[in-house]
């Protein structure tokens, strides 16, 4: 074999084998490139998935805190109901009927009732079936 053929041989392993290497290359990257892409892939859908159940978790909190903000506005115009009949009651009670007696050693003494105290005597028995009522 002549100096030149054996430099063509030479040429032509290093050739075949530098192909091989880049065809090495070449799958490994795709590999590499299709690993990579699953990943994405999978942490793509983590993340869509945990985005979905945060918009969940923030949609329930915010009806809860729409209805809980209804029931404390329902019961605010309730309470103002209730306020508004005892004051419609009020000028009804006549003060010469909201008289006590009390009972001293030498005599009774009549005085005039706290009509307010009455009122609120009178709102604690029936708050309950005036809200029946109203409520219901």
């Known amino acids: ?8 041989h030479i040429l032509k392993q290093a050739s075949f084998e530098s192909q091989q290497i880049i065809q090495q ?8 490139i299709q690993e990579a892409e699953q990943k994405a892939s999978q942490l793509y859908q983590q993340i869509i998935e945990r985005e979905q159940r945060l918009a969940l978790a ?9 209805r809980i903000s209804a029931k404390k506005k329902i019961l605010a115009a309730k309470r103002e109901l209730m ?5 419609r009651l009020r000028p009804y009670i006549q003060k010469d ?7 001293l050693s030498d005599r009774i003494q009549e005085s005039q009732e706290d009509i307010d105290f009455y009122l609120r005597r009178l709102r604690i028995e029936y708050e309950s079936e005036l809200a029946k009522v109203l409520f219901v």
């Open 1 to 8: 074999m002549s100096l030149e053929s054996i430099i063509q």
């Open 83 to 87: 306020d508004a009949a005892f004051q």
């Open 97 to 103: 009927k909201l008289k006590k007696q009390v009972i």
């Open 58 to 66: 923030e949609k329930d909190r915010l009806i809860v805190n729409a």
């Open 25 to 32: 290359a070449k799958a490994q990257a795709e590999r590499i």
